[in-house]
């Protein structure tokens, strides 16, 4: 059975028994290997991706609830020339350690971020209550969000020079 | 002249009856006690009175959840309005400070706050009149050694003529048993003990009785299953739609550890009550076991029957558990829509091979699917269980960002057809969109119950 999947803003026709998890569409049909499989049974948060700007896990997603529906990927939100402001904020703070839970911690607060440009530290840990870190970099993830945060927002704000003609 | 002699009676008549009824709601102040706040106490009693703190479940009304320990203001939504629990801290102004022990004990017993005002029973002094005077003394012990916190009650919000407390005076009237009960001397010591905490400081009936339009409990359905906070209270009498019934074993075991193999994890508020039980001695807890357990009754020939069975195919199934169990399951999609969403979100851990309490409970041993209403299901479903903060526990993924209202329907309908021999559920798109739009209220805990939460600064002060 053929299901229409739109990622990362491109579709795609894939070719799948429909309730296959949508993890191992993205990582076996798309070549999306951002999203990681932890457990397979939504309770690490490694595979997180975002579907119409909400948080879910990849590994309990049956693709056939996907159809019309936008999912975002870390790889959706910058290139490696181009990080975007989390994945600069995640390089600069250095936050990743082995980085297996990364994606998974991005997308959770690509979806917190999304909604709320200024999180308190109690609504990141919320955020984050379903991924996990074996690795334990917990303080320097929250940094690291913390620090996305900003970014995003002085790219939001006019810059100094349009400040002045403006 | 006839007509206005007869109105003037008339009006005598009711301005008399009024006037004996606000005699007879009319309760006296208790005086302030200055020095109460100060009294030193026992460890002995502290230590006890906490255990008793724990049975009753103080902190869950009288804490809002990451607010300090006891302080009050919690919103707990009834029928006839909300109402703010209050301050039970020994704080002099705002909280209990000024009680002496005789205040604290009328309040227990009758429903009366130290300044003589009617309590609303939302604070179940119906239960709480059975505890002793001893048990009052150690709880009292206790409440008054915790840190006093100034934190001012909040307003009720309920509608004319409510508000007016002397009405529950009429209310106690009709629905207030006051005192301790007898022992029963046919039954053991055990099941003695297990009915004095469970009908008094426990007041497992507030949540797993039935009320009636009063908001009082109906009597006649002791323990046939209730409601609180959005959640279904099972039916914990001959009722119960346990696939396995209960007994003392499983009882004491899940009471103990807030899950059981054969039954599932406790969740919603009954989370906190298992939390809070771990305080208790194994004494206490198997006598709660046993006598819930008594009230349960003797199963059904038929029911015994099919428990055994179901009971054989569990226990068989663990000693040949395989890995590839979990991938059998999903690959058979396929038929109609709920199905092939259960095969395909569900199965995978509740047919799966993991254990209680981290794997899901497979839903042949559901209460929650045997149930009159599905509300459990809905809430779980979509929002999942969320993690304790800090320990092992169990967890479910939250799906309210990817079923929609119908979807989760179709699921609940196969689920009830496939794992239940009870009627369909009706209004399930409806109960559903409800209860995600929030016009249904339902309070969400991690699944140790959050006042244990080590960022709850309640749990810190313990
Ligand atoms: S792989 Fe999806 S939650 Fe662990
Ligand atoms: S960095 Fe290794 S699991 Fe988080």
């Not at chain 1, 990362?8 to 894939?14: E, L, Q, T, Y």
């Not at chain 1, 975007?84 to 350690?97: C, K, S, V, Y």
């Not at chain 2, 008339?10 to 709601?25: D, S």
């Not at chain 2, 709660?288 to 038929?302: F, H, K, L, N, R």
Request: glycine share 10%.
């Amino acid at each position: 059975m053929t299901i229409s999947l739109t990622v990362n803003g491109s579709s795609h026709a894939i070719d799948a028994d429909p309730a296959t998890p949508l993890l191992y569409v993205l990582r076996d049909d798309l070549g999306l290997n951002g999203a990681k499989y932890g457990c397979g049974l939504g309770q690490c948060g490694s595979c997180t991706v975002v579907v119409d700007g909400e948080a879910v896990l990849s590994c309990m997603v049956p693709i056939m609830l996907l159809e019309g529906r936008e999912v975002t990927t870390v790889e959706g939100l910058g290139t490696i020339d181009e990080p975007g402001p989390l994945q600069q904020a995640f390089i600069e703070l250095q936050a990743a350690q082995c980085g297996y839970c990364i994606p998974g911690m991005m997308m959770s607060a690509h979806a917190l971020l999304r909604r709320k440009a200024q999180p308190s530290e109690e609504e990141i840990r919320e955020a984050l209550t379903t991924n996990l870190c074996r690795c334990g970099t917990h303080m320097r993830i929250l940094a690291a969000i913390r620090r996305a945060g900003e970014l995003m927002r002085a790219a939001s704000l006019p810059g100094p020079d349009e400040g002045r003609t403006g | 002249m006839w007509a206005l002699k007869a109105a003037i009676v008339f009006v005598a008549a009711i301005f008399l009856a009024a006037g004996a009824f606000l005699v007879f709601a009319w309760r006296s102040e208790i005086p302030e006690d200055a020095t109460a706040g100060e009294a030193s106490f026992a460890p002995e009693l502290v230590a006890r009175g906490a255990q008793l703190a724990a049975v009753g479940n103080c902190i869950a009304c009288h804490t809002v959840p990451g607010k300090p320990a006891f302080s009050g203001g919690l919103a707990v939504p009834t029928p006839f309005g909300t109402i703010y629990s209050t301050n039970i801290t020994p704080d002099r102004d705002t909280g209990i400070g000024g009680w002496n022990e005789a205040a604290f004990e009328r309040a227990m017993r009758e429903g009366v706050d130290r300044a003589g005002n009617h309590l609303y029973p939302a604070f179940p002094y119906d239960h709480f009149t059975r505890v002793t005077a001893q048990d009052n003394r150690a709880l009292y012990a206790f409440l008054m050694t915790r840190a006093a916190v100034k934190a001012e009650a909040t307003e009720n919000e309920l509608p004319f003529p409510l508000e007016f407390r002397p009405l529950l005076a009429g209310w106690k009237l009709l629905f207030l048993r006051q005192g301790e009960v007898e022992p029963e001397a046919a039954r053991s010591e055990e099941w003695n003990r297990g009915r004095y905490l469970v009908e008094g400081l426990g007041h497992c009936g507030a949540c797993h009785t039935p009320r009636n339009a009063f908001g009082a409990e109906d009597r006649d359905r002791h323990f046939g299953g209730g409601e609180a906070e959005g959640w279904q209270a099972y039916a914990i009498n001959p009722d119960s739609k346990a696939p396995i019934p209960w007994d003392e074993q499983s009882l004491a075991f899940y009471l103990r550890n807030g899950w059981h193999e054969f039954h599932g994890v406790s969740r919603g508020p009954m989370a906190e009550v298992t939390g809070n039980l771990s305080l208790l001695p194994d004494s206490d807890i198997a006598a709660i076991a046993t006598y819930v357990v008594s009230v349960m009754g003797d199963p059904t020939p038929e029911r015994a029957q099919r428990a055994a069975e179901l009971r054989e195919q569990f226990e068989a199934d663990r000693l040949e558990q395989t890995a590839d169990s979990q991938s059998s399951v999903a690959l058979a999609s396929g038929g109609q829509a709920g199905e092939t969403l259960y095969l395909a979100a569900c199965a995978n851990c509740h047919q799966g091979a993991r254990r209680q309490p981290f794997g899901g409970l497979n839903f042949e041993l559901s209460t929650a699917v045997n149930a009159p209403n599905p509300q459990n299901i809905v809430n779980v479903v979509l929002f999942g269980l969320p993690p304790a903060d800090g320990e092992a526990s169990a967890v479910m993924p939250a799906f309210r960002h990817i079923l929609s209202d119908q979807q989760l329907a179709d699921l609940l309908a196969y689920m009830r057809e496939s794992f239940s021999d009870e009627p369909a559920w009706s209004g399930l798109v409806e109960q559903v969109a409800n209860t995600r739009s929030g016009a249904y209220k339902v309070t969400i805990r991690p699944s140790d119950g959050i006042e244990r939460a080590p960022h709850n600064v309640g749990a810190e002060e313990e």
